[in-house]
């Protein structure tokens, strides 16, 4: 699957956005998608997963500068992302459904957060552009 030029811009531009508040729509993001999903705690037995937790906004922000590689480098996110790729696979063992679940979460936070810019066609590129990046993240489980 690949981004269309209008998909790409639509990504680039909104990153500019988001990445001014990465840290606090990671935590946001995190916060959903353990209370949505509260399977997905199990990855985190170590963390504080109180909301606001200086853990969670940690890692939050770790969520949302991997998406903001994959937004810096939109032409080649396969190379943007190998090294994640590669620890969620072989170190971490993350159950790759759980990218969905994540992206989902995302979706959702982008959405209430930038509800002008967030339109369906902007909502639709998100959707791809996230899906090539659980697509990526999983590459490595086959």
């Known amino acids: 699957m690949s981004l269309t030029k209008t998909e790409r811009t639509i ?6 956005k988001i990445s001014t508040q990465a840290d606090t729509i990671g935590t946001e993001t995190l916060e959903r998608l353990f209370l949505s999903y509260p399977q997905t705690k199990t990855y985190f037995p170590h963390f504080d997963l109180h909301p606001g937790s200086a853990q969670l906004r940690a890692h939050g922000s770790k969520v949302v500068a991997a ?17 994640l790729s590669e620890l969620h696979a072989y170190v971490l063992r993350v159950d790759p459904v759980n990218f969905k679940l994540l992206s989902h979460c995302l979706l959702v936070t982008l ?32």
């Open 11 to 16: 990504i680039v531009s909104m990153w500019a």
């Open 111 to 142: 959405a209430a957060r930038f509800p002008a810019d967030f339109t369906a066609e902007a909502h639709a590129a998100w959707d791809k552009f996230l899906s090539v990046v659980s697509s990526v993240l999983t590459e490595k489980y086959r």
């Open 67 to 83: 998406v903001g590689d994959a937004a810096k480098n939109i032409d080649n996110i396969g190379a943007a992302l190998t090294k």
